[in-house]
């Protein structure tokens, strides 16, 4: 599978990188929005094309799929941009900017027979399943409550705090907390609260979400731009409770059972060693187009378009809009 990469930025880096060592796989082409930038970045990865446009990297007939590694303002224009050129596409999260962009999308997909699918790597990777199993063996109980947070000092990007970049810590942040909590819970979502302190551009540098679910079950989550956090999940049964460390790239998950009133360690289980963590989402691509699929089943559009809903919501509570939604 021939992958062009559209965009060279810091992500595309890590996508070269994860595609390197992967077997029937290959750093094909990279478009960036000059040649010489194109170029070095080829050079250093070692793809066979560079490409000063992406316009001229959609026109190659030997690309299977495209990586869309652009700020997130972008990813509804060049995902449609290349689904018309006939390419199959691996979009990064968020999806899009919002609901109707990420419908537009799929649905052009769909016309084409394309593959389409959402770069959110907790989907794809095998702790997820990991983490489904704990739950569904019923060993914490009931679960009531998941609690998770996100938080890096990534303030300065600017594609972070542009309101025309699609910036905040919604599309980028959030959308893990968010992503971690349905892959749990679900999405029988009876209420959502939302608030955020803006920053001085007014798109959101810190987030606080509740969402209560039909059944009684609540998620909460905190998101912020300006500083580490420890990027923990907490998932509360009845009978023991699960810390996920690093729910942006789960590296250890810790069950803990009660005994009277202290909790001791019941199951402790470090994650499988990865390339980047990137790579099963390439895998999935590449069975999926192996299998005549238009989407994956580890993160079909459905599941992206409820995502989306959810954002859409927060962000109206926000009271953000995009110059480009206006």
């Not at 001229?56 to 007939?61: P, S």
């Not at 962009?101 to 990991?130: F, H, N, V």
Request: with cysteine; glycine share 8%; hydrophobic share 40%.
């Amino acid at each position: 599978m021939k992958v062009g990469i559209l965009g060279a930025g810091g992500i595309a880096k890590k996508m070269a990188e994860t595609i390197a060592p992967l077997k029937d796989v290959e750093n094909y082409a990279i478009a960036a929005r000059d040649y010489d930038r194109a170029e070095a970045f080829a050079k250093e990865w070692n793809f066979e094309k560079a490409y000063g446009s992406y316009e001229d990297m959609l026109g190659d007939e030997k690309v299977d799929l495209v990586y869309i590694a652009v700020p997130h303002s972008h990813h509804h224009k060049w995902t449609i941009e290349a689904l018309n050129a006939g390419k199959n596409v691996l979009c990064e999260k968020a999806f899009a900017a919002n609901t109707k962009q990420a419908e537009e999308m799929i649905d052009l997909a769909k016309k084409k027979g394309l593959l389409l699918t959402e770069a959110i790597w907790t989907r794809y990777m095998p702790s997820r399943k990991i983490i489904e199993d704990i739950v569904g063996s019923g060993t914490l109980g009931k679960i009531m409550t998941v609690d998770s947070n996100l938080g890096y000092r990534i303030n300065m990007n600017e594609r972070m705090v542009k309101p025309e970049l699609a910036g905040g810590c919604l599309l980028d942040l959030t959308v893990y907390t968010l992503n971690f909590s349905s892959m749990i819970l679900g999405n029988d979502i009876k209420r959502i609260s939302a608030s955020m302190v803006p920053t001085d551009t007014g798109v959101d540098g810190q987030d606080s979400v509740m969402l209560e679910y039909a059944d009684g079950v609540m998620a909460s989550m905190f998101t912020t731009m300006y500083g580490l956090t420890d990027r923990r999940g907490l998932v509360c049964g009845t009978d023991g409770f699960m810390c996920v460390q690093n729910i942006n790239n789960p590296e250890k998950i810790t069950v803990y059972e009660p005994d009277r009133s202290q909790y001791k360690i019941k199951e402790e289980i470090v994650v499988p060693e990865q390339i980047t963590g990137y790579e099963y989402e390439v895998l999935a691509c590449k069975k999926a187009l192996e299998d005549g699929l238009t989407e994956c089943s580890e993160m079909p559009h459905s599941e992206t378009l409820t995502i989306m809903k959810q954002m859409d919501e927060i962000r109206r509570q926000f009271g953000i809009v995009f110059p480009f939604e206006k």
